[in-house]
């Protein structure tokens, strides 16, 4: 990883932007060049609230999310809303409760149960935030498993560090079925890029 943009985004009251703040956390922990910046647009009236966050082993020149590499969506809304930003061959995380997805066949799309998860299974709606988290983390590895784990338990209101460190593990659990998919299509996508540039040789 060089430089990754990611988008987190849902609507208020879903703790994205504490997510957010959290991945940004666990990647100064692991040493790498982070910014992180929020936006919580009108989401009393149902609108889409975002968390973007930089993370790069070099020098980040420029601060904002402008095409991301990852876009996180727990809403219909925010899917809608956000989509076209997301770049060819980015990867899509969508809440299994979002029923229109993007008619897109240039980007990546995953599937994940975050917020049935955080409420029939754990049954606390609140810590969708961090089983997202899991999620993604567990697809594409932004930090270190314990930078994150860390970032968290020092940022959660004490008395709830065990079910948001619940959450995390459980948003590790519920991706697992999608890892291997994830790296199978980055072999072939490395495969091909390096037999193209064999070719161009």
Do not use: F, W
Not at 86 to 93: M, N, V
Not at 145 to 150: H, K, Q, R, V
């Amino acid at each position: 990883m060089v430089q990754k943009e990611l988008r987190l985004s849902g609507s208020g009251g879903q703790g994205l932007i504490l997510a957010g703040i959290i991945l940004a956390e666990a990647a100064l922990l692991d040493e790498k060049n982070v910014v992180q910046s929020q936006s919580y647009g009108p989401e009393a009236r149902g609108g889409a609230s975002k968390a973007e966050v930089i993370i790069s082993e070099k020098e980040i020149n420029y601060p904002k999310v402008r095409n991301c590499d990852v876009l996180l969506a727990l809403t219909q809304v925010a899917c809608d809303k956000y989509i076209d930003s997301l770049k060819e061959g980015g990867i899509l995380i969508l809440d299994s409760s979002i029923k229109n997805k993007p008619d897109r066949k240039d980007i990546y799309i995953y599937n994940v149960s975050i917020l049935e998860t955080a409420e029939k299974k754990l049954h606390k709606p609140m810590v969708a935030n961090m089983i997202a988290l899991g999620s993604l983390n567990g697809l594409i590895k932004m930090v270190n498993d314990n930078s994150l784990e860390t970032a968290v338990l020092s940022r959660v209101p004490k008395g709830t560090e065990k079910i948001n460190k619940t959450a995390l593990e459980e948003g590790l659990n519920l991706i697992k079925k999608h890892r291997r998919e994830y790296y199978e299509r980055q072999y072939r996508s490395n495969k091909i890029n390096t037999t193209e540039l064999c070719q161009a040789k």
